[in-house]
């Protein structure tokens, strides 16, 4: 009898193996939404109604356009996990999201944050946006850039970027967060 009961333990021990599964969370069910920027529909309306190719030649709606387009890449890697290095949607981190990002539209950034740093021109925080560098410092051992994201929204004081962080992967944050304001270094315009 004990024979049966053995047999039977080990026949549900061995099919319940291939069963059970890990679950991972990275993405599943997050969505990030950017409203669309009005003043940009607004110009695009009105160039197209008046003279579009003077509006296909001015240099700031090419540049916004550009910003925006680069902006939607970013967003597309959103719940990518980390891993320190990477540059693929397996994982990647957050000079990488931008060195990837940036590539895809012909703009060759270092792959490292700190020498990423010292591309564009620095701007001040007041004049960010969307598709800026924001820089910061999270080590207290070492006092040098280390981290990097892209401004994907500004809404008045609000700033919000798209980076790569150890513990969640690649989401969206608020310069307004604590640890991210204390963080900050500078911003830089690479468009």
């Not at 939607?72 to 990518?80: D, H, N």
């Not at 931008?98 to 700190?114: A, C, G, K, N, W």
């Not at 070492?142 to 690649?170: A, M």
Request: one cysteine or more; hydrophobic letters at 35%; glycine letters at 8%.
């Amino acid at each position: 009898m004990w024979r049966k009961n053995l047999v039977l333990l080990l026949c549900l021990g061995a099919l319940s193996c291939g069963v059970v599964k890990k679950r991972t969370t990275y993405g599943a069910g997050r969505t990030i939404t950017v409203e669309p920027d009005e003043a940009l529909t607004e110009v695009l309306r009105d160039s197209i109604t008046t003279d579009s190719t003077e509006a296909a030649l001015d240099p700031d709606i090419i540049s916004h356009n550009k910003s925006e387009q680069i902006i939607q890449t970013a967003l597309t890697y959103a719940g990518v996990k980390y891993k320190y290095g990477g540059t693929t949607r397996k994982g990647m981190d957050c000079s990488g999201l931008m060195y990837v990002t940036f590539q895809e539209y012909d703009i060759y950034l270092p792959r490292v944050s700190f020498y990423m740093a010292n591309e564009g021109r620095k701007i001040p925080l007041e004049e960010v946006s969307k598709g800026d560098l924001l820089f910061f410092t999270t080590s207290d051992r070492r006092k040098r850039i280390n981290h990097v994201g892209l401004v994907v929204e500004v809404d008045g004081d609000d700033i919000k970027f798209i980076h790569s962080t150890i513990s969640r992967g690649v989401i969206v944050s608020s310069l307004k967060e604590g640890y991210w304001n204390y963080a900050f270094v500078k911003a830089t315009r690479i468009l």
